[in-house]
């Protein structure tokens, strides 16, 4: 998106605003605006012309624009209908340079989760990816993992479904038709590059079943139309990407997260088993630790596991 779009969208943002007003914060003729709102209203915003400037009066569903449309975070938009997969796109982008750009599709046909597996992602779903490069070693990126699932259980939770955090990154919605009891709504890819001291680029891919319809998902998923009814997928998306800046961007303190994650933890309490890469854990989860591991309470004493596949296990297993 060129910045003369951006700006105008961010000047639409804030409410009316006349022609001369806008030529002059966008540093642009007068002709020059003319003719963006003209490509704004083409990709379907309403906007109005009246005595007091341009005023948005209807927003597209979904894209570039709508997206960056009141967005209250520093992110430039890329809108796919389709693409292989966000994450992968992002990671174009952070080799290239890019910062603080979220990827966006409507369908993704080689979505991919943690160690290669599948990412179901049909049309109608949030699946997007944020490219960061935040100025902190690679030892705290489980952080943004966390960060990201908070974000996406809040939003759930102001969209109506009580969704809670199984560590680290899956968010699900208790039902006790699916597995465990519960069913996968949202999960979280993070992939980074980075020396030992500091990060070089960060991707965080965000897939979220929004408006799709349950049978079209792996057994064991549910979506946010299955639970309450399509959603608002624009408002939806820039508050969970408004809510990621919240607690991770410039000035955040990181630690804090962790609260934020408590609030939301499913995984708390109950007993797990966790696949880490030296051999299983199994006992009962007691809390998070910074940077994001979890503290498992087991017959052979306490284990802070820091990277694993976990496992909600019934109480009497
Ligand atoms: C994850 O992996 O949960 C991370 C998923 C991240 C997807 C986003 S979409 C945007 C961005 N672009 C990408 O290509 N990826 C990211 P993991 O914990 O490994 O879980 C994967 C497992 O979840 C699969 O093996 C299936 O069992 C199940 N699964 C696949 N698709 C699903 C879906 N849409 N909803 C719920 N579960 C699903």
């Known amino acids: 998106m060129n910045a003369t779009r951006r700006a105008l969208l961010a000047a ?37 012309a009246g ?32 693409i292989a997969s966000t994450n992968d796109r992002a990671r174009e982008l952070a080799e290239a340079g890019a910062e603080n750009v979220v990827v966006v599709a409507d369908e993704q046909t ?9 990412w179901a992602a049909p049309a109608g779903g949030v699946w997007a990816s944020l490219v960061l490069r935040p100025e902190r070693p690679p030892a705290e990126v489980p952080m943004y993992t966390l960060a990201a699932a908070v974000a996406v259980a809040r939003a759930a939770h ?13 968010v699900l919605v208790a039902d006790a038709g699916g597995i465990d009891g519960e069913r996968k709504l949202a999960g979280i890819l ?3 590059e980075g020396e030992a001291d500091r990060v070089s680029w960060l991707v965080i891919g965000l897939g979220v079943n929004a408006n799709v319809d349950r049978d079209t998902l792996p057994t ?30 410039e000035g955040a303190d990181l630690e804090a997260v962790l609260g934020a ?3 939301y933890a499913g995984t708390l309490g109950r007993r797990v088993r966790v696949e880490t890469p030296r051999g299983a854990v199994e006992g009962r989860a007691v809390d998070v630790r910074f940077p994001g591991s979890l503290v498992v309470e087991t017959d052979g004493g306490e284990r802070v596991v820091h990277a694993g596949d976990c496992e909600h296990l019934r109480p009497t297993e």
């Open 12 to 48: 639409l943002g804030d409410g009316a605003v006349d022609g001369p007003a806008l030529a002059d914060r966008l540093g642009v003729s007068r002709a020059a605006v003319w003719k963006q709102v003209e490509a704004l209203r083409d990709e379907g915003f309403g906007i109005e």
């Open 51 to 82: 005595d007091s400037g341009y005023r948005v009066v209807g927003v597209p569903e979904y894209g570039a624009a709508a997206l960056t449309f009141g967005l209250d975070a520093p992110y430039d938009v890329e809108y796919h209908d389709r």
């Open 110 to 118: 080689g979505g991919r989760g943690r160690l290669d597996r599948e």
């Open 158 to 170: 102001e969209a109506g479904v009580g969704a809670s955090i199984k560590w680290p990154n899956d």
């Open 190 to 192: 993070t992939e980074m």
């Open 220 to 249: 064991g998923a549910t979506s946010l139309r299955a639970e309450v009814g399509d959603v608002d997928r624009r408002q939806f998306l820039q508050r969970v990407v408004e809510e990621i800046q919240g607690l991770t961007g």
């Open 261 to 263: 994650w408590r609030e």
